[in-house]
């Protein structure tokens, strides 16, 4: 049980001793988005709005923070909301 106690704090130290800029907030935001977009859809013009998609390699492996977020209007039409850390 001790080698588990060991990591968790390691880890911990890890993540804690991160600079903030290494933060992304791609998550959070495009949670945001999903949870607020159709709720405040007031004229009722969105038929769906999906949720977030990983930014995954064809194999299944993460690529980077990207989200996307699929949203359908009523008259079938698609659109894609993409949220994107910008590095510069």
């Given at each position: 049980?001790?080698?588990?106690?060991?990591?968790?704090?390691?880890?911990?130290?890890?993540?804690?001793?991160?600079?903030?800029s290494y933060?992304?907030?791609?998550?959070?935001i495009?949670?945001?988005i999903?949870?607020?977009?159709k709720?405040?859809?007031?004229?009722?013009?969105?038929?769906?709005?999906?949720?977030?998609?990983?930014?995954?390699?064809?194999?299944?492996?993460f690529?980077?923070?990207?989200?996307?977020?699929?949203?359908?209007?009523?008259?079938?039409?698609?659109?894609?909301?993409?949220v994107e850390?910008v590095?510069?």
């Amino acid at each position: 049980m001790t080698h588990f106690e060991t990591m968790d704090t390691i880890v911990k130290q890890f993540f804690d001793n991160l600079p903030k800029s290494y933060t992304a907030y791609c998550d959070y935001i495009a949670h945001l988005i999903v949870g607020n977009l159709k709720a405040n859809d007031t004229e009722k013009l969105l038929a769906s709005v999906g949720r977030p998609q990983l930014d995954l390699s064809p194999e299944g492996s993460f690529r980077s923070t990207k989200k996307t977020i699929d949203v359908e209007d009523r008259f079938g039409k698609k659109y894609r909301v993409t949220v994107e850390e910008v590095r510069e």
